[in-house]
C-alpha cells in the first residue's frame, strides 16, 4: 500500500468540515499521499476495514501504509503527525494522560454527533 488512506463521513456537516479543513492543512503540507473516503458516497470501502459501516459513520478510521488501522483519536494523531504545523498536536495526542482524556472527549463526541446525524437523516 502506497497512499495513507482516511475513511471518513462526508454526509455528517460537522466531519465533513473538519475533514476539508484537514485536507487543506495536508496539501500544504503532508508527510505522505492520502487517499481520502466518504464512506457516505463508498460505503462498499469499510470492507477493507474489517468494521461495519455504521462505525465507520461514528468515528474517523485511518489505514496507514503498513496496513495498521486507527480509530478515532488515535487516526487525529496519526494525521497531525504527518502535518506540517500539527506534529505537536500528534505528539501531544499520544501522552499518556492526555491519550485517555481525548479519547474520552472524541468517543462521546463522536458518539452524540452521530445519534444527532441520524436523528436528522443525513443517511
Known sequence: MSKLRVFYNGACPVCKAGIEDQRARMARGASCAIDWIDVHQRPEAVE???????????????KDESGHVAV???????????????????????????????????????????RWNRWLKHW
Open 48 to 62: 477493507e476495514l474489517d468494521s461495519g459501516l455504521e462505525q465507520v459513520r461514528e468515528r474517523l478510521y485511518l
Open 72 to 114: 478515532g483519536v488515535d487516526a487525529f494523531a496519526e494525521l497531525f503527525q504527518r502535518t506540517r504545523g500539527q506534529r505537536w498536536l500528534g505528539r501531544l495526542l499520544r501522552l499518556p494522560g492526555v491519550h485517555l482524556l481525548a479519547r474520552w472527549g472524541y468517543n462521546g463526541f463522536a458518539r452524540g454527533l452521530y
